[in-house]
C-alpha cells in the first residue's frame, strides 16, 4: 500500500531530466538578460556616444536607420529630430546626424579626411571603376582626375544643342496632351532619361515617345530603395553575394551592376562600331581614352555611361518638379518669373528654347531654381562618412575614429542662422536679397568639395532652360491645389503627384526658328 503511494507521488515529481533542462534554460535565459541589460546600459551610459540624444532604438543597433529607410520618411524624421534636440542626434550606437555648420565644414569642406563610410560599399559591390560609391580617397582622386573633363563648366555649350532639342520634343508632347490632366511629375522623368540619353549617346530612350520607360526607372528605383537599408548592414549584402550562386539574385541593389550596366555596354559597342560626328559625352570619353588608353578603360567608360543615367535622371526629374510645384504653389513669385520672362521676351533677350547664356542673365529664375534645388534636395540620405584618425570634435563632443558622422541636406538647407527665419518656406527672393555667398557654403544639394555632384552644371543647364521655356509656353495650374505631393526617401526623395492643366500661351516663336538647336530635333547619330 505504502509502495503504491510512494510510486503513484513519483509520477508528479519532475524527472531529474526535465529539472536539469529547466535549470538550463533559466541558467540561459539569465545570461542572455544580463547580456542584452549589460548592452544597453554601456550604449546608453558608457559607449563614447552615450548621451547623445535621439531615438531610444537607435541608440541600441540600426533598426531605427533600417525602419526609416523603408518608410522613406528618414529627411523628414531628421528634421524633426534636430528642431528637438540640437546640433547632434544619434541615430546608431556608432553613428552620428550633424547639424552643426562648423562640423558640417569640417566633414565636407575642402581637404576633409572624413572619407566616405561602408553604406556606400553595398551600391559599389564589385565594381572596379565608381567614383560616385568608391570609398578609397586615392583611388577616388585618381578616377575623377581621368574622367571630370566632359563635365566641366567649358564642354556645356557642346552639350547645349543635345538639350535643346530634347526640351523641343517635351513642348511639343506637352501640346499633344494639353487636352487632359497631365501627370507633370511623370512627363519630367520620361524627359529627365531622355536627355540623359542624349547628351551622353546622341540618342534619346524614346521614353517620351512610348509615354513610359523600358524598365530604368524601376531598375533606378529598386537599386536606391535597396541600397538605402542595406547601406546600414553591409554585411547582410556580401553574404548574398556569397551566397548567390546557390540561392539566386534577391536584392535590388544588384540592378546597378544589371539592366543598366548592359544599355551603357550595348550603346558603347555600337558607338565603336558606327562612330560618330557628334560631341556628346560618349564621344568625349572616347577622346580621353585615346589619350590614355591603359587608363581609361572600356570599363570606366562604361561604367561613367551608367552613372550618368543613375545619378543624372532621377535627380533632375525631382529637381523640376520641386520648382514648377513650389512655384504653382506660389503664385506671387510665379508672377515675378513671368514679368521677368515677358520683358526679356520684349526686349528679344529670350529665346525658344531659352539659351543657358540667357538664362544666366534672368536673376530671378537664377534664384528659383536654388530656391527650389534648397527646399527639395534631391538626395535625402545622410552622406554617411568615416571619422578620421584621432577623432574629431563637433558640437563639443568628441567622436572617435571609426565612427560615422554625416549630414542630411533636408536639415542644413533648412538652418535659420544661414538660410533666414523663414528657411521652411519657399521664397527666391533670400537669394537675391540674402547673403548669397555665405548660403551657397552650406548648400547641401549638390553634396560637399571633393565628392561634389559631377553633374552639377549639367543639371543646372538642363533647368534653367527648360523652366522658362516650360512657362513660356504654358499656362500651369495644379489640378488640386489642396492636394500636397507625396514623397518618399530612398536616398533620392521622390514625389508623387505633380498633376496639373496646361494653357497654350503663345504659338512657335519667330525665335523658335531662329534657335538652330531647338528647331532641329534628333533622336540618332
Ligand atoms: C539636380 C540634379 C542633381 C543633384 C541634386 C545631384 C546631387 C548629387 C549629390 C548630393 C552628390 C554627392 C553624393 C554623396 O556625397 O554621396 C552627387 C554626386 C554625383 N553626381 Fe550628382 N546630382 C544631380 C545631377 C547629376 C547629373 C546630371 C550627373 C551626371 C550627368 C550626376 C553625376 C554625379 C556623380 C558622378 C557623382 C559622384 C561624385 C563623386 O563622388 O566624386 N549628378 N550628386
Known amino acids: 500500500m505504502a509502495t503504491t503511494a510512494l510510486l503513484s507521488m513519483s509520477s508528479f515529481l519532475p524527472s531529474l531530466d526535465s529539472v536539469a533542462t529547466t535549470l538550463v534554460s533559466h541558467y540561459l535565459v539569465t545570461i542572455s538578460l544580463t547580456f542584452a541589460l549589460g548592452y544597453v546600459v554601456y550604449q546608453r551610459f558608457f559607449a563614447p556616444l552615450a548621451g547623445v540624444p535621439g531615438p531610444f532604438w537607435a541608440s541600441l543597433g540600426k533598426g531605427w536607420l533600417i525602419v526609416r529607410a523603408k518608410k522613406g520618411d528618414l529627411h523628414r524624421e531628421l528634421i524633426r529630430l534636430h528642431e528637438l534636440h540640437g546640433p547632434l542626434v544619434r541615430v546608431a550606437p556608432k553613428e552620428l546626424s550633424v547639424a552643426d555648420l562648423d562640423g558640417v565644414k569640417m566633414i565636407y569642406g575642402a581637404g576633409s579626411q572624413f572619407h566616405k563610410s561602408d553604406w556606400y560599399s553595398v551600391l559599389k559591390g564589385h565594381r572596379t571603376f565608381d567614383p560616385f560609391a568608391e570609398q578609397d580617397p586615392h583611388v577616388h582622386a585618381a578616377q575623377k582626375k581621368l574622367v571630370i573633363r566632359p563635365y566641366a563648366m567649358e564642354t556645356l555649350?557642346?552639350?547645349?544643342?543635345?538639350?535643346?532639342?530634347?526640351?523641343?520634343?517635351?513642348?511639343?508632347?506637352?501640346?499633344?496632351?494639353?487636352?487632359?490632366?497631365?501627370?507633370?511629375?511623370?512627363w519630367f522623368q520620361l524627359f529627365a532619361f531622355d536627355v540623359i540619353g542624349e547628351i551622353t549617346f546622341s540618342k534619346r530612350f524614346g521614353f517620351m515617345d512610348t509615354e513610359h520607360d523600358d524598365g530604368s526607372l524601376k531598375s533606378v528605383e529598386s537599386t536606391l530603395a535597396s541600397a538605402s537599408w542595406l547601406g546600414h548592414v553591409p554585411w547582410v549584402f556580401w553574404t548574398h553575394d556569397f551566397l548567390k550562386p546557390y540561392i539566386g539574385n534577391w536584392l535590388g541593389v544588384t540592378n546597378r551592376t544589371g539592366s543598366l550596366m548592359q544599355r551603357a555596354l550595348k550603346e558603347v559597342e555600337e558607338r565603336k562600331i558606327r562612330g560618330t560626328d557628334r560631341n556628346d559625352i560618349l564621344e568625349k570619353f572616347f577622346r580621353l581614352q585615346r589619350e590614355k588608353p591603359d587608363q581609361v578603360t572600356d570599363v570606366a567608360v562604361i561604367s561613367m555611361a551608367a552613372a550618368n543615367i543613375t545619378a543624372g535622371s532621377d535627380?533632375?526629374?525631382?529637381?523640376?518638379?520641386?520648382?514648377?510645384?513650389?512655384?504653382?504653389?506660389?503664385?506671387?513669385?510665379?508672377?515675378?518669373?513671368?514679368?521677368?520672362?515677358?520683358?526679356?521676351?520684349?526686349?528679344?533677350?529670350?529665346?525658344?528654347?531659352?539659351?543657358?547664356?540667357?538664362?544666366?542673365?534672368?536673376?530671378?529664375?537664377?534664384?528659383?531654381?536654388?530656391?527650389g534645388l534648397r527646399i527639395h534636395p534631391a538626395i535625402g540620405g545622410l552622406l554617411p562618412r568615416r571619422v578620421p584618425h584621432g577623432g574629431c570634435v563637433i558640437a563639443n563632443r568628441y567622436i572617435p575614429a571609426g565612427h560615422v558622422v554625416g549630414a542630411c541636406a533636408w536639415v542644413i538647407n533648412r538652418n535659420t542662422s544661414v538660410f533666414g527665419h523663414d528657411a521652411a518656406d519657399f521664397n527666391p527672393h533670400r537669394w537675391i536679397k540674402g547673403n548669397k555667398a555665405e548660403m551657397q557654403r552650406y548648400f547641401l544639394t549638390f553634396g560637399g568639395a571633393s565628392r561634389m555632384c559631377f553633374g552639377k552644371n549639367i543639371a543646372f543647364m538642363e533647368m534653367t532652360k527648360m523652366v522658362p521655356t516650360f512657362f513660356r509656353h504654358f499656362d500651369v495650374a495644379l489640378t488640386d491645389p489642396q492636394r500636397p505631393l507625396t514623397e518618399k526617401n530612398f536616398f533620392f526623395v521622390i514625389q508623387e503627384g505633380l498633376v496639373v492643366n496646361l494653357q497654350p500661351r503663345d504659338e512657335k516663336s519667330e525665335e523658335q526658328q531662329a534657335n538652330g538647336g531647338a528647331g532641329k530635333e534628333s533622336n540618332g547619330y
Open 315 to 371: 535627380t533632375t526629374a525631382i529637381s523640376l518638379r520641386s520648382i514648377i510645384y513650389h512655384l504653382l504653389q506660389n503664385p506671387q513669385h510665379l508672377a515675378t518669373l513671368r514679368e521677368e520672362l515677358e520683358q526679356a521676351k520684349r526686349e528679344h533677350r529670350l529665346s525658344d528654347p531659352v539659351t543657358m547664356e540667357e538664362a544666366d542673365r534672368l536673376p530671378f529664375l537664377q534664384a528659383t531654381i536654388l530656391e
Open 157 to 186: 555649350k557642346d552639350l547645349e544643342p543635345y538639350v535643346d532639342s530634347t526640351i523641343y520634343h517635351f513642348i511639343n508632347r506637352m501640346r499633344e496632351k494639353m487636352t487632359s490632366q497631365i501627370d507633370l511629375g511623370k
